[in-house]
């Protein structure tokens, strides 16, 4: 497979959220802004392309019987990392997300890929299926937190885009509002690739 290939299936064709739906405690949790769903995002990416590397480094070394819990150590080791540099450089962003920093340990996203994908590849493929798939995430979270930010508060990125005289629609930054518009995506999403009848 081209390396071009692995990297842009992450993006468009097995996009994590939209497509496989993995993740989504995160993509609906942390959503409620688009800078929280960027910030979440690139944690990931990193813990991704990150893990993917030394699982890829050390497959040959991992006993069948404890390749999980020995893949679930590589990935806690760098989601602490993602968890102390965010707590001492971006502390907003550190409280917004909260309990969902440490929870990367177990998203399936990362951990399936480390099962499917790092513990049967060489070390540049691996790296580059989990930048690919990271870059996916981060795509997701940062839209859907964009859609639900700007409906819930006429808001992007800390920009008014005056779309509401009032408060705008409250619900989409509430939780129902994160399944709404990840709803509405998704068919979207799956409107598009779908392919026309011959």
Same mark, same amino acid.
């Given at each position: 497979?081209?390396?071009?290939?692995?990297?842009?299936?992450?993006?468009?064709?097995?996009?994590?959220?939209?497509?496989?739906?993995?993740?989504?405690?995160?993509?609906?949790?942390?959503?409620?802004?688009?800078?929280?769903?960027?910030?979440?995002?690139?944690?990931?990416?990193?813990?991704?392309?990150?893990?993917?590397?030394?699982?890829?480094?050390?497959?040959?070394?991992?006993?069948?019987?404890?390749?999980?819990?020995?893949?679930?150590? $590589?990935?806690?080791?760098? *989601?602490?990392? @993602?968890? !102390?540099? &965010?707590?001492?450089?971006?502390?907003? =962003?550190?409280k917004a %997300?909260?309990?969902?920093?440490?929870?990367?340990?177990?998203?399936?996203?990362?951990?399936?890929?480390?099962?499917?994908?790092?513990?049967?590849?060489?070390?540049?493929?691996?790296?580059?299926?989990?930048?690919?798939?990271?870059?996916?995430?981060?795509?997701?979270?940062?839209?859907?937190?964009?859609?639900?930010?700007? $409906?819930?508060?006429?808001? *992007?990125?800390? @920009?008014? !885009?005056? &779309?509401?005289?009032?408060?705008?629609? =409250?619900?989409?930054? %509430?939780?129902?509002?994160?399944f709404i518009?990840?709803?509405?995506?998704?068919?979207?999403?799956?409107?598009?690739?779908?392919?026309?009848?011959?």
């Open positions: 497979m081209s390396k071009l290939k692995i990297l842009s299936k992450g993006f468009i064709k097995e996009n994590p959220v939209f497509v496989m739906l993995l993740g989504m405690c995160p993509a609906l949790g942390t959503t409620t802004s688009a800078e929280n769903g960027i910030g979440m995002g690139l944690a990931t990416l990193f813990v991704l392309v990150m893990s993917n590397i030394v699982v890829s480094l050390v497959k040959n070394f991992i006993p069948d019987k404890v390749r999980i819990p020995s893949y679930i150590v $590589i990935i806690a080791t760098f *989601v602490t990392i @993602v968890d !102390l540099v &965010l707590h001492a450089y971006v502390p907003d =962003l550190y %997300l909260g309990l969902f920093i440490p929870l990367i340990v177990v998203n399936c996203v990362v951990l399936g890929r480390a099962e499917a994908f790092a513990s049967k590849n060489n070390v540049l493929d691996s790296a580059i299926d989990g930048l690919g798939m990271g870059i996916g995430f981060t795509f997701a979270l940062t839209l859907l937190g964009a859609v639900r930010e700007i $409906i819930g508060s006429g808001r *992007v990125f800390g @920009v008014n !885009l005056h &779309l509401y005289q009032s408060d705008g629609m =409250l619900v989409f930054i %509430l939780a129902p509002g994160a518009a990840l709803g509405f995506i998704i068919a979207i999403v799956n409107k598009l690739s779908k392919k026309p009848a011959q």
